[in-house]
């Protein structure tokens, strides 16, 4: 991507696509710069009173994604960004231009605005906008159990057997099991069999990543849209199953075989296109790969090198980062990828702890990762699931993939991670295996 100068466009040529609690997002519908045509500016906000600032700094964000991610998971599922300078009378016309159209959710407008000082924004390919375009958010959360090698002999059982992310919808819903049980209601887990599980959805079967795609739409309709791990973009909107556009269905099931079951349209208008990328399978082997000792494997290494327990109720954040070492620079980052990429890296019993550490962010990253499939018009032809085969680079064709939401994890959260993985395990082996095991929780034993 060369150069732009983006503060030489109009204001208005630029539409509000969406925003988050640090970060708006807007996409470039002009036509004065050809260059920028699919492409999406992200701007820095401000809060309208000032507060601390926790994210991490944009130019961070882009040199980590450069030559962190990129080189790990390949250059073709990564979103080229570029940090570009912007001057304040421009952003200043920006955020004019925002008010006068009235685009932006009156909450978010009363808490903060773009920030006019911020002398920058980040330029990315755009994967939501453009007439007919339809676009789907994955999260496809863990794709791996763990090796038995690290793990106690209280969980080994337990986490080499079901997934750590049905696990975490259980813990997650406890409280409602609860009050279902004592109004004398079905047990949540009965439902719970019926719902996604990631290892379908990695497991190069087709049938059962059909099904757990199939499982998302559902709960994607069941909760109107509110579940995070399935979202559609139509025409750069984001679409609820409330406020279907009429076109919608139609590209969703463009096979009339499919008529009156969108579930299994989209199964079917998807599974082909993510069995014949290799994003899946990348994501799932570096989440296993970068984190070989489990959290358990690391904790214990941790206390016995450090004294640290990760696993204390009233540890610090601070104390956290600042006894691991502090948030790794994108320089300690390369280096680690360096040591890690070698011809015959140190096996995880000879590794150096800051170095497992590092790689346990970076699996986190990968865990917590979005896939985009961006598809433009024309819809596929009806028959494409019999007519393609799995490895069939045409079953891409018209359909492009990209991995989003790929920052960097703060070093801080470790003891979090490991508290929340031991209370995900416990309540699992204490309240959900113990009140009537689930013979089938997740696609571990289908
Ligand atoms: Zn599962």
Known sequence: MARLRVDATSPVDWLYTAEGGANLVLSYAGDAVPDLQRHALRLRKRKRIAGPQGAIPDQVDVEFGDKVVRPLLGPELCLEAQVVALSSEWLRSVAGSLAARNVRPLKRVEEDDVDVAAGKGVLVEDLISGRGCLSVEIKPKWGFLPSRDHLSPETADVKSAYCRTCMHRALKRAPRITTAKRVGAEPALAVDREEFCPLDLYSRDPARTSRALQQLYASWTSSDGGINNLRFFLDGKLVKPSELPPQFEEKMTSSSEFDGDPA???????????????????????????????????????????????????????????????QPTTQEWQAWLERASAPAPPNEQDAPLRDLVLAYLLSATFKDCSIFIRVDSPPFPANIATTLSADDPSAIAGAEIKVIDLDPKPIARMGKYARMDREIVEHWRDSVLAGGAPSRCCGTTA
Do not use: K, M
Request: glycine share 8%; net charge negative.
């Open 264 to 326: 299994s349209g989209f199964a079917s208008r998807f599974t082909p296109i993510l069995l014949a990328s290799p994003v899946l399978p990348r994501l799932a082997a570096l989440q296993a790969s970068l984190d070989p000792l489990d959290i358990e494997g690391l904790a214990a290494r941790v206390r016995d090198e450090l004294g640290l327990d990760l696993y204390r109720p009233d540890l610090a954040e601070d104390e956290v980062a600042s006894t691991l070492g502090g």
